[in-house]
């Protein structure tokens, strides 16, 4: 909870509240929205984009569609996972199928157990340094990667809404996998 | 579904919490975009206008068709008034009329009952000319005689009086609605559009509701022959991940059927081919698997039917052929009301071809539910269609969550 200096109120403003501001169409009340919460989507975002710009972007995007459409949140979850939703989709939006297509040369000899327990090294990493490696990711990897293994969805859900096949989902988690595993061993390298 | 990795909960551990602050200008752009655009009209509009616009042509077509249906019996009814006088010249052209007495000692009309005679026009159907008609004349068809003999006192006024012994007719259906309840749980959705042809095989029997219409139902029967049908369906419907969908739409068929034409030297038949056209709407709740790439499921649900085009001539329970072509004026009305329902049951199968692009083939049956008018009919009629629909499932855009 934070505390909102800037809407003159001296306790801290719950989620409905801010709801029921934003539904007015309050600015004071959705900048105090904005404030609490684009530090976690701006961090959706730039998983999702390819550098900072481009994720302050779909964030600007993301906040805009998120006023114009605040009456659309039911409360039946929290407000924070609708709006990471929203996020997530305007990402998706301008995707372009061709990114599931390419396929990335030299992760063939790469071990296929991605299960077993992390080298240590994986735990010196910073979330930075993390966020960089998701993004160099290329495009396909990327998106489905992230929508798997960090938003949850299952490789069903991911087909339909990129409208590409599971099996396309499914091998490109698993490349995904392998490269982020390649990178961070790579890392390892230069450490030792 | 593959398991999740180590990397993915590491990942997951590390950044779901993790805030990286944007610039400090994003907020000012988000102001100066949202005032340059204006708020949309539609957002909650759109859905209301669709579904009122929806709403008020169906009652509009329902009211047309009632007026419609009245017209006909007033215009029928004043036909018959009017041509009271031309009965002699109506007999001419039916020698059963003034061979036989009618059977009407046996069906209870009551007293006011107005007399609505069937037009029988000779000009009208365009392949019976003068000479089979002449022919027609000289030798009356024996049902008619066997209906006769089993009347024991027989006072038949004219074919007139026996116009609410309507002949069945395919899909003269009443009004009907039922309410699907639909097991949606999920919040992501996924709008998909059908576009379907099929090939239908229609059975079609007719049965005497009393042993007087024996012969007539065996006449209609032997004649009758409604056995195909085509149609052409688009269809639209939303469905969970877990497959459970509810599709509408609307679906033209066109049912063509033989009726022989018994030429009376008994050598040969000559065939009319009777056109129903009818324009259905189907309400139905599917649920469908995948097992690898096929993906089955199973539909079930209703159709509203509505008849607005026929074109031919069926038997009457006299013998004689009687025209009910709707667009000439003057014709038989054929149907009681338009309206009516069918019960649907199927089973679709589709295969990906490429993207959110599927094949499907629904092989399917149907059939109708009892009108609420088939008190008014002498024979019971029951049809049972079976056909298989092949056609293209586009999924239209990427899922998305209902509000």
């Known amino acids: 909870m934070i505390h909102m200096r800037y809407l003159n109120i001296s306790s801290p403003v719950e989620d409905n509240e801010l709801i029921q501001g934003c539904l007015r169409e309050d ?37 805009i569609r998120i006023f114009d459409h605040i009456d659309q949140f039911q409360g039946k979850g929290s407000l924070e996972g609708w709006m990471r939703r929203v996020v997530v989709n305007t990402a998706l939006k301008n995707v372009d199928k061709k990114s599931f297509t390419n396929e990335i040369i030299g992760l063939e000899n790469t071990s296929d157990d991605v299960s077993g327990s992390l080298p240590s090294v994986f735990a010196q990493l910073q979330e930075e340094e993390l966020l960089q490696l998701i993004q160099q990711l290329p495009d396909g990897y990327r998106i489905v990667f992230n929508m798997y293994a960090i938003e949850g969805y299952n490789h069903a859900e991911i087909s339909a809404l990129l409208g590409i096949q599971e099996s396309t989902s499914r091998s490109q988690l698993v490349k995904a996998r392998k490269m982020l595993q390649s990178q961070i061993l790579e890392i390892q390298k230069v450490a030792v | 579904m593959n398991p999740k990795s180590s990397i993915d909960e590491f990942f997951r551990r590390k950044l779901s919490n993790y805030e990286v602050p944007p610039s400090d200008s994003l907020w000012e752009n988000i102001q100066m975009a949202r005032a340059k655009k204006s708020k949309p009209l539609a957002k909650g509009w759109t859905k209301w206008l669709i579904a009122s616009t929806i709403l008020i042509t169906l009652v509009v077509l329902s009211n047309e068709i009632l007026i419609q249906n009245k017209k006909d019996e007033i215009t029928q009814t004043e036909s018959v008034k009017a041509n009271n006088n031309e009965t002699n010249e109506i007999n001419d052209l039916n020698p059963v009329l003034i061979t036989k007495k009618p059977i009407s000692n046996q069906i209870n009309f009551p007293e006011n009952h107005p007399p609505i005679s069937p037009i029988f026009n000779p000009d009208s159907l365009e392949i019976i000319n003068e000479s089979s008609l002449s022919e027609v004349k000289e030798k009356p068809i024996s049902i008619t005689e066997t209906i006769i003999e089993k009347s024991a006192e027989n006072i038949f006024p004219s074919f007139s009086t026996i116009s609410t012994l309507d002949a069945t007719l395919p899909h003269e259906l009443s009004l009907y609605s039922e309410y699907l309840p639909v097991p949606f749980k999920k919040k992501l959705w996924f709008a998909k559009i059908d576009f379907l042809l099929s090939q239908d095989f229609i059975q079609n029997t007719l049965k005497a509701k009393t042993s007087l219409f024996e012969p ?43 009726l022989a034409f018994q030429v009376p030297d008994a050598s040969n038949k000559r065939g009319i081919k009777n056109i129903f056209e009818t324009i259905d709407i189907p309400l139905i709740l599917t649920k469908e698997q995948s097992f690898g790439k096929l993906r089955a499921g199973i539909s079930l649900g209703t159709y509203l039917n509505m008849a607005f085009n026929q074109k031919g001539s069926f038997y009457s329970p006299t013998g004689t052929l009687i025209e009910f072509t709707s667009s000439k004026p003057g014709s038989y009305p054929a149907f009681k009301n338009r309206l009516g329902a069918s019960v649907y049951a199927g089973i679709s199968l589709s295969l990906p071809i490429g993207n959110s692009l599927e094949f499907m083939a629904e092989p399917y049956f149907r059939t109708r539910i009892p009108s609420i008018s088939v008190d008014d009919y002498v024979l019971d009629q029951k049809i049972w269609v079976g056909g298989i629909f092949i056609g293209l499932r586009k999924q239209i855009g990427k899922g998305f969550y209902l509000p």
């Open chain 1, 27 to 63: 600015r004071k009340y959705q900048e105090a929205m904005f404030k609490r919460y684009a530090g976690k989507l701006m961090t959706v975002s730039l998983r999702y984009a390819r550098h900072r710009m481009e994720a302050e972007d779909i964030l600007q995007d993301a906040f």
């Open chain 2, 216 to 258: 007539y139902a065996n006449l209609r029967n032997e004649y009758e022959d409604l056995k195909v049908a085509n149609s052409l369906m688009l269809r639209m419907g939303i469905s969970t991940l877990k497959g459970w969908g509810l599709r509408s739409g609307i679906q033209y068929s066109r049912m063509q059927q033989t």
